[in-house]
Structure formats: C-alpha cells, structure tokens
C-alpha cells in the first residue's frame, strides 16, 4: 500500500523550533516532487513549502520564507521541513503530499499521495 506518514508535530513556544518528516511506504521518492500544506481550524488549506525530485529546487511562502527549510534525504525516503522561529500563526495541521513529477509543483489537485497530517500548535 502506497502511503506518506507525517512526523514530528507537536506544542511548542513562540521562538521554538520543530522538524517535520514525511516518510513514504510502498513506493520510493526519488521520481516524486513534495510539497508541505497546512491548514488551520476555520481556513483554506495553503502550501508552505515545495521541492523537486532532486532536491534542487525549492520554494516557500511569503509567510513562512527565512524560517522554515525543505530538504529530502531519498536513502531515507524521507523529506523534512525544519521549521525554526515559529509563531502563533503556524498553528495548523501539516500535510504532506507526493506528485510524480520531477520539477515543483504548487497545484494541490495534482499531487498523487498524501498524508493524514501532523499537529503543529505553537502557544505559550
């Protein structure tokens, strides 16, 4: 069975630092573009961070670029989102998704695999 699993959310203060995994089962991802997408209680789902295939590409929201890294590990079969200097408004439930694409992919409908999320909730 073909699936992604996220990890590693969890509480944690403003200022505070967490790193996301997306691990895929049945398949490798060495072909499949990622994208990381949150959504908050009460909003539209966004995308927060993209990366090719390779790796060599990346690209991240406005709301989040200088804070937060993407990087993947394809031995791993594994993509990481390090999310430094989180605020309040980080709150939300990560997802990540896997598209067979090799280049970045911003459109959530094209995506082939997700995953059923992780809870991220920053608060004092």
């Known amino acids: 069975q073909k699936q992604l699993v996220e990890s590693g959310g969890g509480l944690v203060q403003p200022g505070g630092s967490l790193r996301l995994s997306c691990t895929a089962s049945g398949f490798t991802l060495d072909y499949y573009s990622v994208g990381w997408f949150r959504q908050a209680p009460g909003k539209e789902r966004e995308g927060v961070s993209y990366i090719s295939s390779s790796g060599d590409a990346a690209n991240y929201a406005d709301s989040v670029q200088g804070r937060f890294t993407i990087s993947r590990d394809n031995a791993k079969n594994t993509v990481y989102l390090q999310m430094n200097n989180l605020k309040p408004e980080d709150t939300a439930l990560y997802y990540c998704?896997?598209?067979?694409?090799?280049?970045?992919?911003?459109?959530?409908?094209?995506?082939?695999?997700w995953g059923r999320g992780t809870q991220v909730t920053v608060s004092s």
């Open positions: 998704a896997a598209a067979n694409v090799l280049h970045i992919l911003f459109t959530p409908d094209e995506y082939d695999y």
